[in-house]
């Protein structure tokens, strides 16, 4: 490893244990835990992407990617992973700790999943493909860093648009309300975006900008939540217009 790699080996380490301190539920008392499905849930979705990420270093990644890189890419990914997704995602006013855990808000959870779930697709796509195809240069940890952030980003950025065109607070319908319609739109929406974005970043390096054209399709998404979106102060009681709008969500991304 060169002297850089081992800076960011360092930088990703110190990231990954504070944000495991951020979110951890371990000091909690027992009865927090006790019956509840949402910290497994998030765990659950943080395996989930460390898996994805051990598969596509073993079959897509860079030819390069061997041996001692293999572990270094897999801490820059359980970083990012608990960093930009478990921890950042509480940015949003929704909390592990207090919500998934102490109040044992199930829809707290599914939210958190999906964007932590959502960062490692993003991330596993980043390394997917070789650094530069069209030569022997092995390229580096920013290429992949700098792709995983383009989609990472778009995907952040979308979901912020898509909670703001919500007819109610969604900080009250997730924490006070428990509402799981706005919790499992919000995480279609989520992993959709993320599934585009994963797409977008994934495959060999041709420049920065190859791939992008999926961003169009999350703006359709957004269109679409504006006519499928329930009006304003009146609720979607049956539960038709939000399922018909995650189902549309993951048809696009999957279609694409």
């Known amino acids: 490893m060169s002297s ?7 930088v990703a380490l110190f990231a ?3 944000s495991m301190s951020a979110t951890s539920v371990n000091g909690l008392h027992p009865l927090c835990l006790e019956r509840n499905p949402g910290p497994g849930l998030v765990r659950l979705a943080v395996i989930g992407s460390i898996l994805w990420l051990i598969i596509v270093l073993q079959f897509f990644g860079d030819p390069s990617i061997v041996g001692i890189y293999v572990w270094f890419y897999l801490l820059l990914g359980y970083a990012v992973v608990k ?3 478990q921890a950042l995602v509480q940015i949003s006013g ?3 700790r207090v919500d998934v855990a102490e109040r044992r808000n199930w829809a707290a959870a599914v939210f958190i999943a999906a ?3 959502g ?8 390394l997917w493909g070789e650094a530069d195809p069209n030569s022997d240069y092995e390229g580096g940890w920013w290429i992949p860093l700098g792709f995983f952030l383009q989609g990472w ?8 648009i898509y909670l703001v065109r919500e007819p109610g607070r969604f900080r009250t319908g997730i924490l006070q309300q428990r509402n799981m319609s706005e919790a499992t739109g919000a995480a279609s ?15 060999d390096f041709y420049g920065w900008t190859e791939g992008l054209k999926d961003i169009g399709l999350v703006a359709g998404m957004l269109v679409a939540h504006e006519f499928l979106r329930p009006p304003t102060g009146v609720p979607d009681t049956g539960g038709g217009r939000r399922a018909f709008e995650c189902v549309l969500y993951l048809l696009l991304a999957v279609l694409n």
């Open 16 to 18: 990954a244990v504070a």
């Open 189 to 203: 929406f989520t992993l959709s975006t993320a599934v585009l974005m994963t797409n977008a970043v994934a495959g």
């Open 119 to 126: 960062t490692g697709l993003i991330f596993g796509g980043s």
């Open 153 to 160: 980003l778009v995907m952040a950025a979308m979901l912020t």
């Open 115 to 117: 964007f932590t779930f």
């Open 83 to 85: 960093g930009f997704g």
């Open 94 to 96: 929704v909390s592990m």
């Open 4 to 10: 850089d790699e081992f800076v960011i080996a360092l």
